[in-house]
């Protein structure tokens, strides 16, 4: 039982950074005139959660270790819902770029958690059902997918009861409550063994590429 929810764990993880993505999609630009911020700024504010997460990757490439799984698995989501939190919180900060670099801050700390997490959850989930791991790429980007799509509407919906900070205390308040769940439930696994660590420099790496 356990290694089942430690699968459905992994997937409501990825579903809630899909609605992290797509949720703000509906009312953002609304407050964001408010704030009076331009459109240029929006859009740099929705890029900063891939971008952060693109250029984390690129570092966790070359120093993420396997003793490091769980540490990025239970930190980065938490961080990545309490960003969320954060941003809804932004509501009652001043406008202009106050607003916006406050924003794309939470943005950036919340595509690094994310990344944290998307980094790790194989190493981590893999190991407790080896024998489904080739089912879990497409368990987990469903995941992603269906928050993702489910985010506008969702958001919309709870936007329109409880205001601009409720969708992201909600997305976020849900995130780190999966996030302790996993910590508690999923056991700690691995089937990996490495004798040496080392780490790789990009030049290295670079010149093995054929």
Known sequence: MRDVLGYI???MLFATEGLNVSMMAPFFPLMAEE?????TVIGIVLAGFDTAAFLTSL????YMREKD???FFCVGPFISGI???LFGVLEWAPKGYTFALCSLGCRAVSGIGACFGW????????PIKPEWSMQLGTLLSGGYGVGTVMGPPVGSFIYNFGGYIMPFAFAGGVQILITIAAFFIIERKSNVRVEKSKSISFLRFFKSIP
């Open 119 to 126: 980094a790790s959850i194989y190493g981590i989930v893999v």
């Open 83 to 85: 960003a969320m939190i």
């Open 69 to 71: 799984l769980w540490f």
């Open 35 to 39: 704030k009076l911020i331009s459109e």
């Open 9 to 11: 764990i992994g997937v």
């Open 59 to 62: 570092i966790l490439i070359f």
